[in-house]
């Protein structure tokens, strides 16, 4: 069982940063891939960023080049760092964790899900 709980979500002009964490209780924190999804008001839950558990990362396209998964395997934790925001951006961001090996973007594979933080980028 893992629990995840996000947090440094906010208020942010476009251009701006923001630092997401996601907390994960359990051992076996460091077997699982982390992934970063997001969800606007009125569409689906959309892919992030994955981190596999040997490092490995990707990305959506429109995120890549902008946002930086990493995490910290000593603290359980897994962050977003995301820079030169758009108001497009603006969701609920989640993370969660999945078992399955390699890279997975559907919601699906994940088994383990924070309660999201939400991330507002004004223009």
């Known amino acids: 069982q893992v629990q995840l709980v996000e947090s440094g979500g906010g208020l942010v002009q476009a251009g701006g940063s923001l630092r997401l964490s996601c907390a994960a209780s359990?051992?076996?924190?460091?077997?699982?891939?982390m992934g970063w999804f997001r969800q606007a008001p009125g569409k689906a839950r959309e892919f992030v960023a994955v981190m596999m558990f040997n490092g490995g990362t990707y990305y959506a396209v429109p995120v890549k080049g902008r946002f930086t998964i990493s995490r910290d395997n000593t603290k359980n934790t897994v962050y977003l760092q995301m820079n030169s925001l758009k108001p497009e951006d603006t969701a609920v961001y989640y993370c969660?964790?999945?078992?399955?090996?390699?890279?997975?973007?559907?919601?699906?594979?994940?088994?383990?899900w924070g309660q999201g933080t939400q991330v507002t980028v004004s223009s």
């Open positions: 359990g051992r076996t924190f460091s077997s699982y891939g």
């Open positions: 969660a964790a999945s078992s399955k090996l390699g890279i997975r973007v559907d919601p699906d594979e994940y088994d383990y």
